[in-house]
C-alpha cells in the first residue's frame, strides 16, 4: 500500500522538464509584462508631458501679459495722483478708485505653484512697498480735496516716493521672473520626458538605462549644486538691493530669541551705527535703551494678536511710528517680525499746523462782526452760520441748522432771493441785497457777500451778512427832509 502511494505521488508530481517550462513561461510571462509596462508607461508620459507643455506655454504668456498689465496699472494710478495734484480736481480721485488698486504678488491659479515657490521675502517687501505708494497717493488726493496742491505736489516730487516705486516695480519684475523660471523649468522637465518617452528609445536603452541615470543623477548634482548656488546669490543681491530702496528703516527679528537677523540701510543710518553692530542686538536696546520692551510696545501686541500692530511715539524732537508685523513661515508658523520704523516729525508738525490754523478759522468765523452762513450747494439747507447771525435772525443756532435759506425771507421774495444765489454760484464772488424776516416777524434789510467753496468735498454757498436797515432809514429820511419847501410846503 505504502509502495502505491509512493508511485501515486510520483506520477502527479511534475517532473524537472515541466518545472522548467512552467519557470520559462512565468518568465516570459513577467519579462512580457517589464516590456509591455516599459512602453506603455513611456507613451503614458509623453502624452502628459505634451498635454503639460501646451499649457506651460499658456501660462507663459499670461505671466509676460500680467507684467505689462502691473506696469500699465502702476503708471495709470501714479498719473492719476499727478494729474489731481497739478489741476487740482478731485475728479481724478474718482479715476483712480474705480480704476483699483495696484495689484500685489499672487499665484494663478492654473499656475499649480505652492507659497513656498513664490520667494517668500521678496513679496513680502514688494507688499509694504505697495502699502506706502497706496498710503502717499490717498494723502495727496486729501490735499487736493483740501485745496492743498502745493502740498499734494511736494508728496509726489519727494525720493521717498520714487524710491517706493521703484521697489514696488523692482519686486513685482523679481516675483513674475521667478514665476517664469519656474514655468520654464517645469517646461524643460516636460520637454525631457517627451524626448525620452519614445518607444524606440525605451526598447533600446532599456538595459542601459540604470547606468544613464547613475551617471546623470551623479553628474546632474554637481550641475544643480553650482546653478543653484549661482541662483541664490543672485536673488540674494537683488532681495538686499530691494531691502535697502526702503526709506523706513526696517528690521527683521526673531521670535525665539527677540535679536534682530537682519536690517536695512535706512536702518543703519537711521541709528547711526553698521550693519554688524546691529545684527544680533534686541530693539528695545537699540531704540530706547532699556532691555525690555517698553509700554504698548507694538510687538508684544503683535505676538500676542498676530495682526500688524502700531504705536507712535516721542524720541527728542522727533516723533517715531513703529509697525510691527507679523513673519509666518509656510506652515503657518509665527518666527518672527517686520520691524518697521518711520520718522513722522514733519507729518505731526504739519497736523499741528493745520489744527491750529481750524482753531483760528474757528475763532474767526465764530467772532465775526458780521453774520457768516452756509448753505448746501445741492440741497439749499443751512449747514453752519455764526453768533452774529443768531443775533441778526433773532434765533438760536439749533433754529437756523437744517432749516432751507428761503424760510429765513420774506414769502414774496422768496423764490427771487433763491434764484438769484443760485446765479451766483457761477462767480467767485458776488454781492446783492435782501430783506430778511426775523423770528419776531420784523424784516431787515442786508447786503449779503456771496461766494462758493469747497468743504470736505461738498459745494458750500457762503453768504456773509451786514445789516443795513437804520442806514437806509436815515437816507431815507434825508431824502424826505431834501423835498422841502418845493414839494411839502408844509414841514
Wanted: contains cysteine; aromatic residues 6%.
Amino acid at each position: 500500500m505504502n509502495r502505491d502511494r509512493k508511485i501515486i505521488e510520483q506520477v502527479n508530481r511534475p517532473s524537472k522538464k515541466h518545472r522548467r517550462v512552467a519557470g520559462s513561461v512565468k518568465s516570459s510571462l513577467l519579462l512580457l509584462w517589464a516590456v509591455s509596462a516599459a512602453l506603455v508607461y513611456p507613451v503614458w508620459q509623453g502624452w502628459t508631458s505634451l498635454s503639460n507643455m501646451r499649457a506651460r506655454e499658456i501660462q507663459l504668456q499670461q505671466a509676460l501679459n500680467q507684467q505689462h498689465i502691473i506696469v500699465c496699472h502702476d503708471e495709470v494710478l501714479t498719473l492719476s495722483a499727478k494729474m489731481a495734484a497739478t489741476t487740482g480736481d478731485t475728479m481724478w480721485a474718482d479715476h483712480y478708485e474705480k480704476f483699483g488698486p495696484r495689484p500685489k504678488p499672487a499665484i494663478n491659479d492654473h499656475w499649480s505653484m505652492t507659497e513656498k515657490e513664490t520667494f517668500g521675502a521678496d513679496v513680502i517687501l514688494t507688499i509694504m512697498a505697495h502699502d506706502k505708494l497706496i498710503a502717499i497717493e490717498k494723502e495727496v488726493f486729501e490735499h487736493v480735496a483740501q485745496g492743498h496742491q502745493d502740498l499734494a505736489a511736494e508728496l509726489l516730487q519727494r525720493p521717498e516716493y520714487q524710491d517706493q516705486k521703484l521697489a514696488y516695480n523692482r519686486g513685482m519684475q523679481s516675483f513674475l521672473a521667478g514665476v517664469q523660471t519656474l514655468l520654464k523649468n517645469r517646461q524643460d522637465k516636460d520637454r525631457q520626458i517627451l524626448h525620452k518617452s519614445g518607444p524606440t528609445i525605451g526598447i533600446i536603452l532599456l538595459a542601459f538605462a540604470f547606468v544613464w541615470l547613475v551617471s546623470r543623477k551623479l553628474g546632474g548634482r554637481s550641475y544643480v549644486r553650482v546653478k543653484t548656488k549661482r541662483k541664490k546669490s543672485t536673488y540674494a543681491h537683488e532681495w538686499q538691493e530691494t531691502f535697502n530702496a526702503i526709506t523706513d528703516s526696517v528690521c527683521i527679528i526673531d521670535k525665539d530669541s527677540g535679536k534682530i537677523m537682519q536690517c536695512n540701510k535706512a536702518m543703519t543710518q537711521f541709528l547711526g551705527r553698521s550693519n554688524d553692530e546691529i545684527i544680533g542686538q534686541s530693539c528695545c536696546e537699540l531704540l530706547h535703551g532699556s532691555s525690555k520692551p517698553i509700554k504698548k510696545c507694538p510687538l508684544v501686541r503683535m505676538y500676542e494678536t498676530r495682526r500688524s500692530e502700531t504705536t507712535d511715539f516721542q524720541v527728542g524732537d522727533r516723533w517715531l511710528s513703529i509697525k510691527a508685523d507679523p513673519y509666518i513661515d509656510d506652515e503657518g508658523n509665527l518666527i518672527g517680525a517686520v520691524h518697521i520704523l518711520s520718522d513722522i516729525t514733519e507729518q505731526r508738525k504739519a497736523d499741528k499746523a493745520l489744527k491750529e490754523s481750524e482753531n483760528k478759522f474757528r475763532l474767526a468765523f465764530a467772532n465775526a462782526q458780521d453774520a457768516i452762513i452756509w448753505i448746501d450747494g445741492e440741497t439749499g439747507a443751512v449747514t453752519n452760520c455764526n453768533k452774529a447771525t443768531e443775533e441778526l435772525f433773532r434765533r438760536k443756532r439749533k433754529e437756523i441748522i437744517g432749516q432751507h435759506h428761503t424760510r429765513f425771507y420774506p414769502e414774496e421774495k422768496a423764490e427771487e432771493y433763491h434764484r438769484l444765489i443760485g446765479e451766483s454760484r457761477q462767480y467767485s464772488n458776488s454781492n446783492m441785497e435782501a430783506e430778511i424776516l426775523t423770528r419776531t416777524g420784523e424784516i431787515r434789510i442786508v447786503t449779503i457777500a456771496v461766494s462758493t467753496m469747497t468743504v470736505e468735498g461738498s459745494r458750500i454757498v457762503q453768504g456773509i451778512m451786514r445789516d443795513i436797515t437804520e442806514s437806509k432809514r436815515a437816507i431815507q429820511e434825508i431824502e424826505n427832509l431834501a423835498k422841502f419847501p418845493s414839494e411839502d410846503p408844509n414841514p
